[in-house]
Nanobody
Framework: QVQLVESGGGLVQAGGSLRLSCAASGSISNINVMGWYRQAPGKQRELVASIFSGTSTNYADSVKGRFTISRDNAKNTVYLQMNSLKPEDTAVYYC?????????WGQGTQVTVSS
């Protein structure tokens, strides 16, 4: 079983930066993909970025060039560096671990970008 704990959300002005962290514990050797998703009020949850067991990454078009996903295997932690934040980035951000036969979600962390 895998547990995920997110941190790093908060309130920031447009143009600012935040770094989200997702610490994984448990059976982490079964994790194939780690991803960050977000859900804004009244909208569906959407993929923001993902990183595979190697170093391959994938980004939503809306965040390309502004967000960077990375991982520290020694700390079992995945990060999302968010730069040049926009009000439309406001959402609850969730970390997700995709295992061979299941996926696990974190509890979410609020990111609010003021104009």
């Amino acid at each position: 079983q895998v547990q995920l704990v997110e941190s790093g959300g908060g309130l920031v002005q447009a143009g600012g930066s935040l770094r989200l962290s997702c610490a994984a514990s448990g059976s982490i050797s079964n994790i194939n993909v780690m991803g960050w998703y977000r859900q804004a009020p009244g909208k569906q949850r959407e993929l923001v970025a993902s990183i595979f067991s190697g170093t391959s990454t994938n980004y939503a078009d809306s965040v390309k060039g502004r967000f960077t996903i990375s991982r520290d295997n020694a700390k079992n932690t995945v990060y999302l560096q968010m730069n040049s934040l926009k009000p439309e980035d406001t959402a609850v951000y969730y970390c997700r671990a995709t295992l061979t036969l299941a996926s696990v979600w974190g509890q979410g962390t609020q990111v609010t970008v003021s104009s």
